[in-house]
């Protein structure tokens, strides 16, 4: 929210990330605990990954149904772009506020 605040991306590129950081890290505990250690790597083998999606929906109000990982994988892309947008955009801003200087000018 903060860096939405300063100018640097919109609000609704603000709240797109607070949603992707909540998703993100609900993944990363369940990671967590299902390997009772630390850890941030989702395994690409679809069977761990379909283990997740379904735990991850279990935590949901809804209770899970169907198969759960074509929308895990959904919504893991579309969060993961959200995130790589608002870092353009503030990473492009900070390039042009280098290349104009301190000052505003060239």
Do not use: C, M, N, W
Not at 12 to 18: G, H, I, K, T, Y
Not at 26 to 42: F, G, K, S, Y
Not at 79 to 90: D, G, I
């Amino acid at each position: 929210q903060r860096i939405a605040l300063a100018g640097l991306i919109d609000q609704s590129e603000a709240d797109a990330l607070v949603g992707a950081y909540r998703f993100l890290r609900r993944i990363e505990h369940l990671l967590q605990l299902e390997a009772d250690r630390q850890t941030h790597v989702l395994s690409a083998d679809p069977i761990e990954r379909r283990r997740i999606a379904t735990l991850l929906a279990s935590s949901e109000q809804a209770p899970p149904h169907g198969d759960l990982l074509q929308p895990f994988e959904d919504a893991l892309a579309e969060h993961r772009k959200h995130v790589r947008t608002a870092f353009e955009a503030v990473v492009a801003s900070a390039d042009e506020g280098e290349a104009l200087g301190p000052s505003g000018s060239p």
